[in-house]
C-alpha cells in the first residue's frame, strides 16, 4: 500500500483490477474505453481520487483560487466541483510586457462519479496550500470490519 | 533507513513519474522590474526553495498532500510530487533584492530591477 497518492510506482496504473468499480476510471491509454466524464490533458483543476477503508478522498488542485468562491457539491452520485479563478495579470500596455501567461484563468467545473457506497450526505471540504481536500464517507455497511470465527 | 522507505525513495525516482512537474507560470515586467506568478498547488512555505545560482532563479518544491496513511490511489492527474523550474535572469536585473510569497499554492516572485537599468529618457542631442 502506498501512503501517499503522489508517491507511488508509475505502473500501479496497470494493475486497476477491483478498483475501477469502486471510482470510474477517468484515464486510459489510447484507443482504451474512457470515462465519458474524463477530460483531456491539463485540465483545471487536476484531480487525484484515493480510498481508505472509511472514506473516498478527492483532491483537486486549485491554486490561487478563494476557497469561499468554490462550490463544491454532490447529485446523484456526482461530486461536482466549480468555481471561477481570476487573474493576476495586469493587460499589456506601453509600460507593461507580458512574457509568459500558462496559468489557468476563467471559470472551471469538473465532474467525477462517486462509489456507490459512498454516503453523499456527509461530505466534507476544507481547503490548505491551494489544494481541495473533499472527504465523502463511505456507508457504514460498506467498511470492512473484522469477523470473529466461533469454535 | 528501513528497507520500505529505500523502496519508496527508489519507486519515486524511477522512469519517467520522477520527473519533477513543470508548474505553469505567468511572467510580466514593469518599470520596476519583473513579476512571476507560479502555480504550486500542495507546497507550504517550507517546502520550497527559490534560489538563484549565477544568473539562473530556480524554483523547487515538493508537495505534501497530507493524506491519510492507509490511502490507496485509485486515480490521479498529479502523479509527482515535485515542482522545479529554472528561468535565466539579465544583468539589468537585481538578483540581491529578488523576493518571494506562496500564498494559497501560488508563489510570487518579484525580481527588481537595479537602480541604474531602471528607464530614464535620453536625450538625443543634434550633432
Redesign the interface.
Known amino acids: ?10 505502473d ?1 496504473f496497470t494493475d486497476f483490477e477491483g ?1 475501477q468499480r ?2 470510474e ?3 486510459a491509454p489510447p484507443g482504451w474505453p474512457s470515462s465519458i466524464r474524463a477530460a483531456s490533458r491539463g ?1 483545471f ?9 472509511e ?1 473516498v ?1 478527492v ?1 483537486a ?5 478563494d476557497p469561499a468562491r468554490v462550490e463544491v457539491s454532490v447529485d446523484k452520485g456526482l461530486l461536482t466541483i466549480a468555481g471561477e479563478r481570476p ?4 493587460p ?1 500596455s506601453e ?10 484563468t476563467g471559470a472551471f467545473r469538473r465532474v467525477i462519479s462517486l462509489p456507490e457506497d459512498a454516503d453523499h450526505t456527509s461530505v466534507e471540504a476544507s ?5 481541495l ?1 473533499i472527504v465523502v464517507p463511505k456507508r457504514a455497511a460498506s467498511r470492512p470490519r473484522r469477523v470473529e470465527i466461533q469454535g | 533507513m528501513d528497507m520500505r522507505q529505500v523502496n ?1 525513495e527508489r ?2 525516482t ?4 520522477s520527473t519533477p512537474l513543470v508548474p ?8 520596476e522590474g ?1 513579476t512571476l ?1 507560479a ?6 512555505k517550507e517546502n520550497l526553495s527559490v534560489g538563484v545560482e549565477g544568473d539562473t532563479l530556480t524554483l523547487d518544491a515538493t ?19 515535485r515542482f522545479k523550474r529554472s528561468f535565466v535572469l539579465s544583468r539589468d536585473l537585481d538578483t540581491e533584492k529578488i523576493s518571494a510569497d506562496i ?4 508563489l ?1 516572485v518579484s525580481v527588481p530591477k537595479r537602480e541604474q537599468a531602471k528607464p530614464r529618457r535620453i536625450d538625443v542631442r543634434l550633432g
Open positions: 500500500m502506498y501512503p501517499s497518492l503522489t508517491r507511488f510506482p508509475a500501479l478498483l469502486q471510482v476510471q477517468l484515464l485540465a483543476p487536476a484531480i487525484n481520487v484515493g480510498i481508505t477503508d472514506a478522498e483532491y488542485f486549485v491554486p490561487g483560487v487573474g493576476d495579470m495586469r499589456e509600460k507593461v510586457s507580458v512574457y509568459a501567461q500558462e496559468r489557468f481547503y490548505r496550500n491551494g489544494v481536500k | 519508496k519507486d519515486v524511477q522512469g519517467q513519474a505553469p507560470v505567468d511572467i510580466l515586467e514593469d518599470a519583473i506568478w502555480d504550486m498547488p500542495g507546497v507550504a508537495v505534501r498532500l497530507g493524506e491519510t496513511t492507509r490511502m490507496q490511489p485509485v486515480y490521479a492527474e498529479v502523479r509527482v510530487a500564498r494559497n499554492g501560488v510570487t
